[in-house]
Protein backbone atom coordinates (compact mmCIF):
# COMPACT_ATOMS: atom_id res chain seq x y z
CA UNK A 1 0.00 0.00 0.00
CA UNK A 2 2.91 2.39 -0.68
CA UNK A 3 0.49 4.07 -3.74
CA UNK A 4 -1.59 6.27 -1.29
CA UNK A 5 1.19 8.40 -0.23
CA UNK A 6 1.78 9.01 -4.04
CA UNK A 7 -1.25 10.36 -4.76
CA UNK A 8 -2.13 11.83 -1.59
CA UNK A 9 -2.12 15.91 -3.35
CA UNK A 10 -0.92 17.35 0.87
CA UNK A 11 2.41 15.02 0.27
CA UNK A 12 3.24 17.11 -2.35
CA UNK A 13 1.73 20.34 -1.49
CA UNK A 14 4.22 22.97 0.79
CA UNK A 15 3.43 22.76 4.82
CA UNK A 16 3.95 25.10 7.23
CA UNK A 17 7.56 24.53 7.66
CA UNK A 18 7.90 25.95 4.56
CA UNK A 19 9.80 29.61 4.37
CA UNK A 20 7.64 32.72 3.65
CA UNK A 21 9.46 34.38 0.62
CA UNK A 22 6.07 35.75 -0.76
CA UNK A 23 5.34 38.92 1.18
CA UNK A 24 1.47 38.92 1.98
CA UNK A 25 -0.79 40.64 0.28
CA UNK A 26 -2.46 43.96 1.01
CA UNK A 27 -6.06 43.88 0.14
CA UNK A 28 -7.53 47.31 -0.02
CA UNK A 29 -11.53 47.31 0.33
CA UNK A 30 -13.94 49.80 -0.79
CA UNK A 31 -16.31 51.81 1.51
CA UNK A 32 -15.35 52.52 4.94
CA UNK A 33 -16.07 49.81 8.05
CA UNK A 34 -19.35 49.33 9.40
CA UNK A 35 -18.69 50.79 12.49
CA UNK A 36 -17.82 53.87 11.43
CA UNK A 37 -20.99 53.83 9.47
CA UNK A 38 -23.24 53.19 12.98
CA UNK A 39 -21.32 56.08 14.43
CA UNK A 40 -22.53 58.48 11.73
CA UNK A 41 -25.50 57.01 12.37
CA UNK A 42 -25.94 57.59 15.85
CA UNK A 43 -24.74 61.23 15.28
CA UNK A 44 -27.06 61.94 12.99
CA UNK A 45 -29.68 60.81 15.30
CA UNK A 46 -28.19 62.99 17.87
CA UNK A 47 -28.77 65.97 15.79
CA UNK A 48 -32.20 65.55 15.11
CA UNK A 49 -33.16 65.05 18.42
CA UNK A 50 -33.79 68.01 20.35
CA UNK A 51 -32.05 68.50 23.34
CA UNK A 52 -33.18 67.05 26.78
CA UNK A 53 -35.02 70.25 28.95
CA UNK A 54 -33.00 71.08 32.03
CA UNK A 55 -33.21 73.49 34.84
CA UNK A 56 -31.34 76.59 34.17
CA UNK A 57 -28.95 76.85 37.11
CA UNK A 58 -25.85 79.08 37.71
CA UNK A 59 -22.85 77.36 37.78
CA UNK A 60 -21.03 79.87 40.26
CA UNK A 61 -23.80 79.89 42.84
CA UNK A 62 -26.03 77.14 41.97
CA UNK A 63 -28.81 79.88 42.04
CA UNK A 64 -31.49 79.32 39.21
CA UNK A 65 -33.19 82.98 39.07
CA UNK A 66 -32.17 84.72 35.99
CA UNK A 67 -32.13 87.92 34.16
CA UNK A 68 -32.68 87.99 30.70
CA UNK A 69 -30.16 91.05 28.93
CA UNK A 70 -30.13 92.05 25.13
CA UNK A 71 -27.05 93.54 24.17
CA UNK A 72 -27.54 95.73 20.96
CA UNK A 73 -31.25 96.40 20.19
CA UNK A 74 -31.85 99.12 17.60
CA UNK A 75 -35.03 101.92 18.65
CA UNK A 76 -37.68 102.31 15.82
CA UNK A 77 -40.35 103.57 15.61
CA UNK A 78 -41.08 103.63 19.49
CA UNK A 79 -40.15 100.47 19.90
CA UNK A 80 -36.64 98.47 21.04
CA UNK A 81 -36.12 95.51 18.93
CA UNK A 82 -33.39 93.13 18.13
CA UNK A 83 -30.00 92.67 19.54
CA UNK A 84 -28.26 89.60 21.09
CA UNK A 85 -29.93 88.05 23.99
CA UNK A 86 -28.47 86.69 27.25
CA UNK A 87 -29.35 85.32 30.46
CA UNK A 88 -27.20 86.14 32.99
CA UNK A 89 -27.34 84.98 37.30
CA UNK A 90 -29.34 87.54 39.01
CA UNK A 91 -28.19 86.29 42.32
CA UNK A 92 -24.35 86.83 40.80
CA UNK A 93 -25.31 90.27 39.37
CA UNK A 94 -26.45 91.25 42.56
CA UNK A 95 -23.04 91.18 43.59
CA UNK A 96 -21.29 92.80 40.83
CA UNK A 97 -20.57 89.63 38.66
CA UNK A 98 -22.13 88.92 35.66
CA UNK A 99 -22.48 85.62 34.51
CA UNK A 100 -23.40 84.46 31.97
CA UNK A 101 -25.85 80.74 31.81
CA UNK A 102 -26.96 81.16 28.33
ZN1 LIG B 1 -24.87 82.91 40.14
Known sequence: ????????????APGYDRRMTDKPKLHVIDGSA???DNRQKARKLMQKRPQAACLLRCFRCSGSEVIETKVGMVFKGGKASGGTKQILCATCFMKGERVVLA
Not at 1 to 12: D, F, H, I, V
Open 1 to 12: MTYASETLPCSS
Open 34 to 36: TDD
